[in-house]
């Protein structure tokens, strides 16, 4: 026997199509021969997958309480790079609120700057100018890492400070206090990569997103969530 849908069970399904982590809206998927409820997350898309006789109000709990664990997925999605057109001779390309203009020189082995055109070697261009920028802003990363450390009264929990390349995160901070962010970060806005960086130092205090975590983020800048939201939408492009 097939169960019947309760009174306004259609207005309650729409009212799912509402339900956004992230920004990512989220889809409810029903089957008459699931018996168990699921959560997939994949790139910009949120799916539970439900039995036909789960009431709504049930599957916002759970969703609710699995919020963390969808929004650190989407968050990792989203900091994986994608595949970028190569850069060409006299682009622009943003770094660390400039921007610079490449240029390809076919006798050029190494990377160099020159005021705010940057000259790569024209058979390795792409290749040398990650080296170049991984290079370019450790000092700068250190510095600021180093100011919200201080802020944040945990220099003396602070390791080292390094450059990553990782696939998925745009910054980590280990149990020793080594703090790395990404070098593509560099290209971000600066008030950006000012919060990733203040995300990290306060993980010297609480290695943890609790409330009180996100209690020393908010302290130093208001605007974090700003932040966040534009490494959402627009990390990949970096």
Same mark, same amino acid.
């Given at each position: 026997?097939? /169960? $019947?849908?309760?009174?306004?069970?259609?207005?309650? &399904?729409?009212?799912?199509?509402?339900?956004?982590?992230?920004?990512?809206?989220?889809?409810?998927? $029903?089957?008459?021969?699931? @018996?168990?409820?699921?959560?997939?997350?994949?790139?910009?898309?949120?799916?539970?997958?439900?039995?036909?006789?789960?009431?709504?109000?049930?599957? +916002?709990?759970?969703?609710? @309480?699995? +919020?963390? =664990?969808? &929004?650190?997925?989407?968050?990792?999605?989203?900091? @994986?790079?994608?595949?970028? +057109?190569? *850069?060409?001779?006299?682009?622009?390309?943003?770094?660390? !609120? &400039?921007?610079?203009?490449?240029?390809?020189?076919?006798?050029?082995?190494?990377?160099?700057?020159? !005021?705010?055109? %940057?000259? %790569?070697?024209?058979?390795?261009?792409?290749?040398?100018?990650?080296? #170049?920028?991984?290079?370019?802003?450790?000092?700068?990363?250190?510095?600021?890492? &180093?100011?919200?450390?201080?802020? %944040?009264?945990?220099?003396?929990?602070?390791?080292?400070?390094?450059?990553?390349?990782?696939?998925?995160?745009?910054?980590?901070?280990?149990?020793?206090?080594?703090?790395?962010? *990404? =070098?593509?970060?560099?290209?971000?806005?600066?008030?950006?990569?000012?919060?990733?960086? /203040? *995300?990290?130092?306060?993980?010297?205090?609480?290695?943890?997103?609790?409330? $009180?975590? =996100?209690?020393?983020?908010?302290?130093?800048?208001?605007? =974090?969530?700003? +932040?966040?939201? #534009?490494?959402?939408?627009? !990390?990949?492009?970096?």
């Amino acid at each position: 026997m097939l /169960l $019947r849908r309760p009174p306004g069970y259609a207005f309650l &399904e729409s009212m799912a199509a509402q339900w956004l982590i992230s920004g990512i809206p989220v889809t409810v998927k $029903r089957s008459a021969r699931r @018996r168990t409820v699921a959560l997939q997350v994949r790139p910009g898309a949120v799916t539970i997958y439900a039995p036909q006789r789960v009431p709504l109000p049930q599957l +916002q709990s759970i969703l609710q @309480r699995r +919020q963390a =664990w969808v &929004e650190h997925h989407l968050a990792q999605y989203a900091a @994986r790079p994608v595949a970028a +057109q190569a *850069h060409t001779d006299g682009a622009e390309l943003p770094f660390l !609120g &400039e921007t610079l203009t490449l240029r390809f020189d076919p006798a050029r082995k190494t990377p160099l700057r020159v !005021g705010n055109e %940057l000259y %790569l070697p024209a058979d390795d261009a792409e290749r040398s100018l990650e080296v #170049w920028t991984r290079a370019a802003c450790l000092g700068p990363y250190t510095v600021l890492v &180093e100011e919200y450390a201080g802020i %944040l009264g945990a220099t003396d929990r602070l390791g080292k400070i390094r450059v990553s390349s990782t696939a998925t995160r745009w910054g980590s901070c280990s149990s020793r206090g080594d703090i790395r962010l *990404h =070098w593509k970060l560099s290209r971000a806005p600066l008030e950006t990569l000012r919060y990733v960086a /203040l *995300h990290e130092a306060a993980h010297l205090l609480e290695m943890n997103h609790s409330p $009180r975590y =996100w209690g020393h983020v908010g302290r130093v800048m208001p605007e =974090w969530q700003m +932040q966040r939201r #534009w490494l959402r939408d627009h !990390g990949q492009t970096l």
